[in-house]
């Protein structure tokens, strides 16, 4: 009977013993798997950018917008490839006689890019006004996808996380999206002003334009009255009209006529 009892547990104590090592086992390649799979996913993700090179993103949604350690006004940036060179072309409104250099930083996916110098093209039509339309020019540096541009005084400016950033405009699309806009006709009415409020006039000419097959008329408004601004209304809620707002009172002394020595102010809004 002792004799048996004693077979008995040494054959259990032995299937547990092997229970217990097949466990062991279990357990040291399960922890070997997680530690592997651990270190491959830490691999995987990219260190960490220095926050010197990071774009510090503080994006204008307005359509003046006004440079750092500058008298000038920037409107918009957008792709322009005519100039060999010259990749980028940003339009705004300078201080005639604050000539200075520029430069041109790209955010280029998430990625500070280096400057590049800027080429400066100021507009004949000045009228005797201090103030300009201008063009600016740069190059996009080589392997830089720029979603951003934004212009510095300096080419090592310690501003840059103060700098206010442009999205860039008009990228290049694909096929399809071209054949889509080269039936698109557009016309851009230069900016009211003076609380201009001829409705029937202004009703006339936007009339006339959709008879010439215009699809959309783009209109700056920096004020009109009442009743036209009622008009502009329906005629936006009805696709036909886009009104972009023009506060360039904010920033100047806009003239109301287009010549400086009969009208004064510091830029002329009727030829802008």
């Known amino acids: 009977m002792g004799f048996f009892f004693t077979s008995t547990w040494m054959e259990k104590a032995k299937e547990l013993k092997g229970k217990l090592l097949l466990l062991f086992i ?20 990219p260190k960490p950018l220095s926050a010197s090179k990071m774009c510090p993103l503080q994006i204008s949604e307005q359509t003046l917008t006004p440079l750092n350690n500058t008298k000038h006004i920037l409107v918009s940036a957008y792709m322009d490839q005519r100039v060999k060179g010259l990749d980028i072309r940003i339009i705004g409104i300078f201080k005639i006689d604050s000539d200075q250099p520029l430069y041109c930083l790209f955010c280029c996916a998430g990625q500070l890019s280096s400057a590049t110098p800027t080429t400066i093209l100021k507009h004949n039509d000045q009228f005797g006004f201090p103030f300009i339309t ?61 609380d201009y409020n001829n409705v029937l006039q202004f009703a006339q000419t936007l009339e ?29 809620q009805e696709g036909f009209v886009e009104m972009v707002p023009w506060p360039i009172h904010r920033y100047l002394n806009p003239s109301k006529g287009w010549l400086f020595s009969q009208s004064g102010g510091t830029f002329t809004t009727s030829a802008s």
């Open 134 to 194: 201008t063009d600016v020019m740069c190059g996009i540096p080589k392997g830089c996808s720029a979603t951003h541009v934004t212009l510095l005084t300096q080419p090592h400016s310690v501003t840059i996380p103060n700098q206010t950033w442009l999205p860039i405009r008009n990228q290049k699309t694909g096929r399809e999206e071209e054949q889509k806009l080269q039936f698109n006709f557009t016309v851009c009415i230069s900016n009211l002003f003076g």
């Open 26 to 45: 279990a357990t040291f390649i399960f922890l070997l798997s997680l530690n592997v799979t651990i270190h491959r996913t830490y691999k995987a993700f």
């Open 208 to 236: 006339m334009y959709r008879l010439l097959g215009v699809d959309r008329v783009v209109i700056y408004n920096t004020s009109c009255g009442p009743e036209l601004d009622r008009l502009l209304q329906s005629y936006s």
